[in-house]
């Protein structure tokens, strides 16, 4: 049996990022699930050490290397929460966002 590379196969896609998702076989940052969240996570860049746990773990690819941290772009952020699970020093907070917050739309920025 031939081996395939995800990464030539065809309809791969190529992706800013390289993390768990990387061999989906379509761009995850063309959908805006930050309109629907209802937590979102921030970040205490105090406690970051730059590890890149969070950003290895996102499920959307929202989350790019900062020069001191991992910021991270709520457009695409759905507010699992699994950064905050994996960040292994606790810099990341989720927080009410949107109708469970104040019954508005989740925050863009
Ligand atoms: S909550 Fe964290 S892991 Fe989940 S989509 Fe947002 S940034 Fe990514
Ligand atoms: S997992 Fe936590 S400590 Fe590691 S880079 Fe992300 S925010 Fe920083």
Known sequence: MALVDPKTAPGAATFPTEASWSDASKDLL?????????????????????????YLFCPTQCITPGETYFPIDLTYCKGCGICAKECPTQAIVMV????EADGSPADQT
């Open 96 to 99: 009410a966002d949107g109708d």
């Open 30 to 54: 063309c959908l805006t699930t930050g309109s629907w969240r209802t937590e979102k996570p921030i970040v205490v860049v105090e406690k970051c050490t730059y590890c890149g746990q969070c």
